[in-house]
């Protein structure tokens, strides 16, 4: 015994100087004056011109150049991996819970769990993706420890039965891993966004199986355009390459139509054919839709039109009220974690217990029974309820997965409250509440053509433009006022000045 205590204290010490360092790291640095490398306007990829010039005085773009394309696939391809495993860990923790839902009652101490790691690794425990990015941004590094922390702390929240989802919890991972990637590969400072971004759109793609709703959400999220094409290419590769890679993964987000698909070059091509005359034979779109569902057309009559009109107005009062009850609650409970872990997390892990595991996990399945018109009851509220006390609490995990299953059981409960289709509600339903809540309309369109076809777009645009417009103040994120400003949001600042 005696001869191992010398080396338990240098495993003491160890860990002391890495928390040492884990505390330097997380240390708030010297923001960039306006006009330095961080803050440039021309774009994400306008310090590129930063770097070494040759003999005559001009830029030498290409060791720069050579290094991001090996930076977006670096990002790419260690994010769909962890982000991939961490999918369907996730899944087999939710079938877990399931069969077992007495481990809610260990609620707890998964909440125990989590506060030790954080405090062990002296990360704030309070961090979210809006820090991580805003980081980012100024130049500054997000540490590599966020990746386990923010995978193991989901793990454990769904597997005792919390209400939480993965997608926000990826796109931390994504970011984590951009700002390690931007470490290693030595880019300029204006690089570390742009990286972030492939990153979390590459995450959400895998998650949702949705490139072109990943690589719009990533880019509202951030607090500023870029103002060149090829960053947007460039973020819309990443999420074409993380699709394909996902798909032979067997990890495909919601499609599962095509996780199937192996590496026999003989299976590779008979998808494309049959994805090529699927299109050809059916240009709207219903033919490639994971969902199909009717949708009311101009001659339905303006009393349908109306009733789906009124679905969509209060799905969007809901979202509203639910974004500003999260928001606001986050802002104001930042006191006593510990105690808030401990004592919420065991009031929530009983009702998760007496509640037979209704209202946990990702609420992915219900999505499916509200799109298909099943669940049409109360579900929403129980939710709802649930969810905000379990993110409010402080466990981690994702919200965007919660937020959708909201909307959709909304949509549905109130389309059969007013004698409408409530499986074309809950889709219209899930779009309003969404974009209410992400103030992201363009990712909230691309993910429900993606997923339901083109057929039905024109009511998913207005719905989504009219949430964004009534609920541009209110979002998950710092990202309000994403593409324009309101009028009389520029008569306020004026006034203020």
């Not at 994504?174 to 690089?191: F, N």
């Not at 993380?242 to 998808?271: N, Q, R, T, W, Y």
């Not at 905000?388 to 909307?407: H, Q, R, S, W, Y």
Request: aromatic content about 10%; some cysteine.
């Amino acid at each position: 015994m005696g001869s191992q205590i010398p080396y338990i204290s240098k495993l003491y010490a160890a860990a002391g100087r890495w928390r040492k360092k884990m505390r330097r790291a997380w240390a708030i640095e010297a923001v960039p004056a306006e006009g330095s490398t961080a803050h440039k306007g021309g774009g994400w990829l306008v310090d590129l011109r930063d770097g070494p010039v040759d003999e005559d005085g001009k830029p030498f773009l290409r060791p720069v150049a050579w290094r991001l394309v090996v930076g977006v696939l670096a990002c790419s391809l260690v994010t769909v991996l962890v982000t991939g495993v961490f999918s369907l860990i996730m899944d087999a923790f939710c079938a877990l819970f399931q069969s077992n839902v007495w481990l809610g009652l260990v609620l707890p101490l998964a909440g125990l769990v989590m506060f030790g790691l954080f405090t062990f690794s002296a990360t704030p425990y309070n961090v979210g993706l809006s820090f991580l990015t805003r980081r980012l941004e100024v130049g500054q590094k997000v540490p590599f420890v966020i990746v386990p922390l923010m995978f193991a702390g989901s793990c454990l929240t769904v597997l005792t039965g919390g209400s939480v989802g993965k997608g926000a919890a990826s796109m931390q991972i994504g970011t984590a891993i951009a700002s390690k990637v931007h470490e290693l590969t030595k880019l300029p400072l204006g690089a570390g966004p742009f990286l972030c971004a492939c990153a979390m759109a590459s995450a959400l793609t895998v998650i949702f199986g949705t490139p072109l709703a990943g690589a719009a959400f990533a880019i509202e999220v951030m607090h500023y355009r870029p103002k060149r094409l090829i960053s947007y290419i460039g973020v819309l590769f990443s999420a074409s390459l993380a699709k394909a890679i996902s798909v032979f993964m067997g990890v495909s987000g919601v499609d599962e139509s095509v996780s199937a698909l192996s590496l026999d070059p003989a299976s590779i091509a008979d998808a494309l054919a049959s994805l090529v005359r699927s299109t050809a034979a059916d240009p709207l779109g219903q033919g490639w839709a994971v969902v199909r569902m009717d949708v009311p057309g101009l001659d339905a009559g303006a009393q349908v039109i109306g009733t789906y009109c009124l679905v969509g107005a209060l799905c969007i009062a809901a979202g509203a009220l639910f974004c500003f009850a999260l928001t606001r609650g986050r802002s104001r409970f930042t006191k006593y974690p510990l105690m808030r872990l401990v004592i919420g997390g065991g009031l929530c892990g009983l009702f998760a217990y007496v509640s037979g595991g209704m209202f946990s996990g990702t609420g992915m399945e219900q999505i499916n029974l509200a799109l298909a018109g099943s669940l049409t009851d109360s579900f929403f509220l129980g939710k709802a309820l649930f969810t905000l006390a379990v993110l409010l609490l402080g466990f981690k995990g994702g919200d965007i997965m919660p937020t959708l299953c909201i909307g959709a059981t909304l949509g549905a409960f109130l389309g059969s409250l007013l004698g409408v289709d409530p499986a074309f509600a809950a889709a219209l339903g899930m779009v309003a509440f969404f974009t209410a809540c992400t103030n992201c309309p363009i990712a909230t369109i691309f993910l429900v053509i993606e997923s339901f076809g083109l057929v039905g777009s024109v009511w998913y645009i207005a719905a989504a433009a009219v949430s964004y417009v009534a609920t541009s103040r209110l979002s998950y994120y710092d990202n309000r006022r994403a593409f324009f400003s309101l009028p009389w949001d520029s008569k306020a600042s004026t006034s203020k000045k």
